[in-house]
T-cell receptor, first 107, second 114 residues
């Protein structure tokens, strides 16, 4: 079967760094994406990794290890507005989303 | 530039009814995908259309159907509604059908089946 595993909840304080892990098991793989979704909002694209390594976009970075079927999203200098759900998603012949990680940032 | 738009924003139906949801992609985007998101879960892929042809279908019953029009807008139809069809239905567009694509999501249609 196809599955993506990510923690259901993560809590952190403003200014801290948090890492959200994602392991996947899919029949095909083109790349790993990360999306952010605020309550009541639509998912918005954060990053995409097709090759092994780290991709950095401002305060957010994403990592992929294809041999380990593993990736993570790293959020630095956390702000209150980063409180949201974060989804990893694998592209094979379709986009498959994980169940999401709810991040709560506290003062 | 306008983002992905969906209509209606909210909808209440009763079991057994039929519903049609509409989506307009970002200008220039030829690929439209539909997703179902149940509360507390990630979006689940229903359909992808590219250049008016179905390019992918998720694990949903035949009660779900979709089409894409020459202007690349799309409709999702659900027949014989069940209580379990209550969800947020998301439409996403992208410039192409595969590869390192970014999906641009619309605000969704929140469907409640009573």
């Amino acid at each position: 079967g196809q599955s993506l595993e990510q923690p259901s909840e993560v809590t952190a304080v403003e200014g801290a760094i948090v890492q959200i892990n994602c392991t996947y098991q899919t029949s095909g793989f083109y790349g790993l994406s990360w999306y952010q979704q605020h309550d009541g909002g639509a998912p918005t694209f954060l990053s995409y990794n097709a090759l092994d390594g780290l991709e950095e976009t401002g305060r957010f970075s994403s990592f992929l290890s294809r041999s380990d079927s593993y990736g993570y999203l790293l959020l630095q200098e956390l702000q209150m507005k980063d409180s949201a759900s974060y989804f990893c998603a694998v592209r094979d012949d379709k986009l498959i989303f994980g169940a999401g990680t709810r991040l709560a940032v506290h003062p | 530039d306008a983002g992905v738009t969906q209509s209606p924003t909210h909808l209440i139906k009763t079991r057994g009814q039929q519903v049609t949801l509409r989506c307009s992609p970002i200008s220039g985007h030829k690929s439209v995908s539909w997703y179902q998101q149940v509360l507390g879960q990630g979006p689940q892929f229903i359909f992808q259309y590219y250049e008016k042809e179905e390019r992918g279908r998720g694990n949903f019953p035949d009660r779900f159907s979709a089409r894409q029009f020459p202007n690349y807008s799309s409709e999702l139809n659900v027949n014989a509604l069940l209580l379990g069809d209550s969800a947020l239905y998301l439409c996403a567009s992208s410039p192409w059908t595969s590869g390192a694509e970014t999906q641009y999501f619309g605000p969704g249609t929140r469907l409640l089946v009573l």
